[in-house]
């Protein structure tokens, strides 16, 4: 039993790392706190459901859609908001984010409706058998998904040029400013790719969650809590502290109870936090 | 040169409140006083989470808690014990100083960074939110009923008449206010403010940066729960998500930061623009009108915090200022 | 210890500390005595820096505030491990190198909010504090914004909040920083105006003229240890500290 629920809540695990990894991309290398983060996933699972909708697009294949349409978001909303509020004191991003958030959220609400809506028959559904487990298959590719994208990210900040040049100005802006860095075009781009990373968790959790305007709201807090442990800016954190929470999420869900589920986790992160206040479980 | 030129506020203020005490025998329609009574207590909430964010300087995204717990106090030992209202409100007020402080202890000794207590704040409103949905002696999920009685002050229930709520709602709010303004032509407040400028210099001018925090996080929290027992007694029924949502605690925040953080009177401003609105917005576009204030609110949100960081309360104050260019 | 008749105010006892690694203080030990002004200069990452930290109680950053070994006595106090608002009730304050005056504060809020420190009425605050402007010379600019002030307003106006917490002792980090000539010697004079007022001065500094123009002594770090404590004409001629420090031989003037 414990096995399963380790591996259950491993996979789970790694697709909300994906969402806090792009959370934690901009947290880290701007400074921004992106309560919007969560609504931006439940764009990226719209994206997938009405491309289903409409032109029968399977949620799997429509992952790139999502990815490119927040992406572009992203970008849109950096250079119409976000822009201006960098080096801004903490309570103005946290609410122009908020602010942004209230707006898509409502916006989808509007147009969308309230209802909570499913993908029937995904390709991705059913479970697999191995050994005595079952492997749900949407979470399990869903999972694999998720590495492949963190671990692209990853190196593309590692060993891309434009990568390090993120990571120089994450570190010193203005030795990168006066090597000439266009910060600027960089920011857009780390925003782009910290909302492209929170569309494609959206997309790939529209297989098998229940799609509706709120499904944001539901995730934001756990993604913070998420980034928080990991430490601000770091992937690898967010990765292994994804991980983690999955399995605390879905441990404490079985155990205890799943409307407390979440509760338990922030109670974790409560404590955690403030034994160590500045670093998270793994440090910077 | 950039003089901060003091505006004679006197003569405005005696004659906003001589207007606000005289309203009810003008405007008779329930809904307008309903409207009252809700930015009255909004305007509370936000300024009292004020003293703790904009004077302070320690945003609080989990405000709704001590909302939610001086509600719960007042109705639960109403229901259970018989406990009247007015006692139940300080007990609110006590049961939310001692949440106040079990947050405070870590975070504050430890000196826990903005972000990460900003956090923490949410985090806490969202487990207590949990705890008192899935707690069947207070109701859960189905809420909770204050027992109906006699109406009276004593008993701090009307129920068709809404006037004596605005009255009662409205001397909180000016002796809150009273209080505030007394706080920061004090030694008290200049100590927050200093904390809030910059706090290793405040510390180190002697300052008991740990202490003064606390004590801004109390008086926060004592404020917010006298609003939560008023609305409990108001309502007379409510449920956890009518006073725990983080939707709560950010109506506390958006007035604060819409009206001018870290001033008297830009919370109450804030709430005199957001309050009406949303009543106003709700009442006549139904269902669809909840999403579209929230548009509206965070539009305005934006463009506030975008454009005008120190909100409307600098707005009109430079519209006081007699041609003074700034360096 | 000879004092010569003075009273010692500060005292650094074998002070070590390390920090990232290095040792910052090596076995630091001096004194400062009542109605000094004593100097303190070293090349960067001498560990003045640090030591200025352990005395006034500021932590540095991922570290502890207490020493590796030794203590810092002021008034006979043990005050280190101590946070800087109790030394700042004992009669020590210090200003910062990149001045922390509170911006959006006025000049005479700057100033009220330290004398708070010693008392408690707001009334009294507001005329000692006007008293305190009078004696800086900031008292013209009472009601500006602190962001709008100048650098050497603001370095100014740091100080005269420092001294409305009716200090003993006046720790000065890099007041010369960033002055122009002509500002340094307005911030010479306050130094000895200060001095005059019976306030004890230790201060960090780089700018080497001013420092040996003002002190009675000067106390030189090079790489955590003390190379020299003695009067500036003495310490100029020194050879350890000309080779670390001061270049080719520098003449005092007197």
């Given at each position: 039993m414990i096995l399963q629920i380790l591996v259950s809540g491993s996979m789970m695990g790694l697709i909300y790392a994906l969402v806090a990894v792009g959370l934690t991309l901009i947290w880290g290398v701007m400074d921004i706190i992106n309560f919007a983060h969560g609504d931006l996933m439940m764009l990226g699972m719209f994206v997938s459901y009405w491309a289903f909708v409409f032109?029968?697009?399977d949620p799997l294949a429509s992952i790139p859609l999502s990815a490119i349409g927040l992406f572009l978001l992203g970008m849109l909303l950096y250079k119409l908001i976000i822009k201006r509020i960098i080096d801004a004191p903490l309570i103005t991003a946290l609410l122009a984010t908020y602010g942004i958030s209230l707006v898509l959220k409502n916006l989808a609400l509007l147009f969308f409706g309230p209802d909570y809506r499913t993908i029937k028959n995904p390709l991705l559904e059913g479970s697999w058998r191995l050994g005595g487990l079952y492997v749900s298959v949407p979470k399990a590719i869903g999972a694999i998904i998720s590495v492949l994208v963190i671990v692209l990210i990853y190196f593309f900040i590692k060993k891309s040029q434009t990568g390090r040049a993120i990571q120089a100005i994450s570190m010193d802006r203005q030795a990168a400013l006066l090597v000439g860095v266009d910060v600027g075009r960089l920011y857009t781009i780390t925003f782009g790719i910290g909302a492209a990373c929170t569309g494609v968790a959206g997309a790939i959790l529209s297989n098998f969650f229940t799609i509706s305007p709120e499904s944001g709201s539901t995730y934001v807090l756990l993604s913070f809590v998420i980034v928080a442990l990991g430490g601000f800016g770091s992937i690898t954190g967010a990765l292994s502290a994804g991980v983690l929470i999955g399995i605390a999420a879905t441990l404490g869900g079985f155990y205890i109870s799943p409307a407390f589920k979440f509760a338990i986790i922030f109670a974790a992160y409560l404590v955690v936090v403030m034994i160590r206040p500045e670093k998270g479980l793994f440090g910077w | 040169m950039n003089r901060v030129k003091a505006i004679p506020k006197w003569t405005w203020l005696i004659f906003l409140v001589v207007v606000f005490l005289i309203f009810p025998f003008f405007v008779k329609k329930e809904f307008y006083l309903h409207v009252m009574i809700m930015t009255f207590l909004f305007a509370l909430l936000a300024a009292s989470w004020n003293i703790l964010g904009g004077f302070t300087g320690y945003v609080s995204f989990g405000h709704a808690v001590f909302f939610g717990l001086g509600a719960y106090s007042v109705a639960v030992l109403g229901k259970n014990f018989a406990v009247n209202p007015w006692l139940g409100s300080i007990t609110g007020a006590l049961v939310a100083i001692g949440l106040a402080s079990i947050i405070a202890f870590p975070s504050f000794q430890t000196g826990l960074r903005a972000h990460y207590f900003a956090i923490a704040t949410w985090a806490v409103g969202e487990v207590i939110r949990v705890i008192f949905m899935n707690w069947m002696y207070v109701g859960g999920a189905t809420g909770i009923m204050i027992p109906l009685t006699e109406p009276s002050l004593l008993n701090y229930q009307y129920h068709t008449n809404k006037v004596p709520y605005y009255y009662i709602i409205f001397s909180f709010l000016v002796l809150e206010i009273v209080l505030i303004y007394f706080i920061t032509k004090s030694r008290f407040g200049y100590y927050l403010r200093a904390i809030k400028g910059n706090e290793e210099a405040a510390e180190n001018i002697g300052i008991n940066t740990t202490l003064f925090k606390h004590l801004a996080y109390y008086l926060s929290a004592t404020f917010v729960a006298i609003g939560g027992a008023f609305y409990a007694q108001y309502e007379l029924y409510f449920d956890p998500p009518m006073v725990f949502h983080v939707g709560i605690s950010m109506k506390m925040i958006l007035p604060a930061i819409l009206g001018g953080i870290g001033t008297i009177c830009g919370p109450i401003i804030g709430a005199a623009i957001m309050i009406p609105l949303d009543q106003f917005l709700r009442a006549y576009l139904g269902g669809i009108g909840s999403g579209i204030n929230f548009i509206i609110y965070g539009l305005l949100v934006l463009i506030v915090v975008v454009f005008k960081p120190k909100g409307i309360y600098e707005f009109i104050g430079n519209l006081f200022k007699k041609g003074k260019g700034e360096q | 210890m000879s004092n010569g008749g003075k009273e010692s105010l500060l005292e650094v006892r074998n002070l070590t500390k390390r920090f990232r690694g290095v040792i910052a203080n090596q076995d630091i030990n001096m004194e400062v005595n009542s109605g000094e002004i004593i100097g303190l200069i070293g090349p960067n990452g001498a560990g003045k820096t640090t030591l200025f930290n352990m005395i006034t109680g500021t932590r540095p950053k991922g570290a502890?505030?207490?020493?590796?070994s030794g203590a810092v006595y002021f008034k006979r106090v043990?005050?280190?491990?101590?946070k800087p608002n109790s030394i700042c009730k004992l009669g020590l304050v210090r200003t910062f190198q990149l001045v922390r005056i509170?911006?959006?504060?006025t000049v005479l809020e700057n100033v009220m909010t330290g004398v708070f420190r010693a008392m408690r009425s707001a009334r009294e605050a507001r005329k000692k504090s006007e008293d305190l402007l009078k004696f800086t010379g900031l008292y013209t600019k009472l009601?500006?914004?602190?962001?709008?002030?100048t650098i050497a307003d603001k370095k100014r106006l740091e100080i005269t909040r420092a001294l409305g917490t009716k200090p003993d002792l006046l720790l000065l980090d890099e007041p010369m920083a960033g002055l122009t000539t002509t500002e340094i010697n307005e911030a010479l004079e306050l130094i000895r105006q200060i001095h005059d007022q019976g306030i004890t001065v230790l201060l960090v500094e780089h700018v080497i003229e001013a420092v040996m123009s003002i002190a009675h002594r000067v106390v030189v770090l090079d790489n955590g240890q003390k190379i020299a404590d003695d009067r500036p004409e003495k310490v100029a001629r020194d050879k350890r500290v000309i080779e670390a420090y001061l270049g080719e031989e520098y003449h005092v003037k007197s």
């Open positions: 032109f029968g697009i | - | 502890s505030r207490l020493p590796d043990k005050i280190t491990g101590m509170w911006e959006e504060m009601d500006y914004l602190g962001s709008s002030l």
